[in-house]
């Protein structure tokens, strides 16, 4: 498993996660109140600002980020075109960019043990209900670092076919892909059971 946490040291490093993720949901949440196309483009090249402000390996690493919109964008955009609505369809697609870009910067400022902190927190209230808190942070935690792992070993299988055949992987790989995925899955199961699992 990887950190997403980027080596490149900014000012948002020392920032607090409570008040980078508050604001996060707050931006997010605006972002939908916003309808108009330009200042969406704006508020774009603002998340693009600030995202070269670290400098030029930052920024690259949190562009790569979003090459996993690409199959997104190309559905809506496909459809808003479809349905001249083409308008719309750039408004969707930068609302998505933005917002996927600020998670990625804070994200790639703050540490998964921040994060994971500020969870127990808000969720410690909840423990009166039975949620088990613990089960909760865990299972994000997870999300985050295996996620990219996943995304990693896709695009080497991808490679994989390509380097073996002249037709497009496509839908070839999925078998292959939920395999390796069921795999890592039972491997984790059994590190989490060998380690105790949940029991209080």
């Given amino acids: 498993m990887i950190s997403l946490t980027s080596p490149v040291k900014t000012r948002a490093h020392d920032w607090p996660a409570g008040a980078k993720l508050a604001g996060l949901c707050a931006v997010t949440c605006g972002l939908f109140l916003i309808?108009?196309?330009?200042?969406?483009?704006?508020?774009?090249?603002?998340?693009?600002?600030?995202?070269?402000?670290?400098?030029?390996?930052?920024?690259?690493?949190?562009?790569?980020?979003?090459?996993?919109?690409?199959?997104?964008?190309?559905?809506?955009?496909?459809?808003?075109?479809?349905t001249y609505d083409g308008a719309m369809g750039a408004t969707i697609i930068l609302r998505m960019?933005?917002?996927?870009?600020?998670?990625?910067?804070?994200?790639?400022?703050?540490?998964?043990?921040?994060?994971?902190?500020?969870?127990?927190?808000?969720?410690?209230?909840?423990?009166?209900?039975?949620?088990?808190?613990?089960?909760?942070e865990l299972a994000i935690a997870m999300v985050i670092r295996l996620t990219p792992v996943l995304v990693d070993k896709g695009t080497r299988l991808s490679e994989a076919w390509s380097a073996r055949s002249h037709r497009h992987a496509g839908w070839r790989i999925i078998l292959p892909?939920?395999?390796?995925?069921?795999?890592?899955?039972?491997?984790?199961a059994e590190a989490l059971r060998a380690r105790g699992g949940f029991d209080a």
């Avoid at 998340?47 to 030029?56: E, K, Q, W």
């Avoid at 540490?111 to 909840?126: A, F, G």
């Avoid at 892909?177 to 984790?188: H, K, N």
């Fill in 97 to 136: 960019l933005s917002a996927v870009a600020l998670a990625n910067l804070v994200t790639m400022t703050t540490k998964l043990t921040d994060m994971i902190d500020v969870i127990h927190v808000l969720t410690r209230p909840l423990a009166r209900f039975g949620l088990r808190a613990n089960v909760l």
């Fill in 35 to 82: 309808q108009n196309l330009v200042l969406h483009a704006a508020v774009f090249t603002g998340v693009l600002l600030l995202s070269a402000l670290p400098g030029r390996a930052f920024f690259f690493a949190s562009i790569r980020h979003l090459r996993l919109l690409a199959p997104f964008i190309i559905v809506i955009a496909i459809w808003h075109l479809w």
């Fill in 177 to 188: 892909f939920t395999i390796i995925a069921l795999d890592d899955a039972d491997q984790v």
